[in-house]
């Protein structure tokens, strides 16, 4: 029987292979917080953002689809053609 580690591991190892977030855009990690930089939506600009290291695994596990579910970018509201219709109105 596996540990609740071993789980826990195995479910996040696909993100290991395939991160939430690009490597190269975490600029610093001090063993407290995380600096990373990421385009504004609102501003259009690149920005850099410092966050404890909690919270940063806790926006990163966020984006772990659960067993059995499928992640869906290209069709309905997500779809990048949909999502600028959707931004205009």
Not at 33 to 47: A, F, L
Not at 49 to 67: A, L, S
Request: glycine share 6%; aromatic share 12%; net charge positive.
């Amino acid at each position: 029987m596996e540990s609740c580690g071993e789980i826990l591991a195995t479910y996040l190892a696909k993100y290991v292979v395939t991160p939430v977030i690009s490597v190269r855009r975490i600029k610093e990690y001090n063993g407290s917080s995380v600096s990373n930089v990421y385009k504004s939506h609102k501003t259009e600009k690149v920005e850099r953002e410092r966050v404890g290291v909690y919270e940063f695994i806790e926006r990163m596990v966020q984006h772990i689809v659960p067993k059995g579910f499928k992640r869906i970018r290209y069709y309905g509201i997500q779809a990048p053609c949909k999502f600028e219709k959707i931004r205009k109105r």
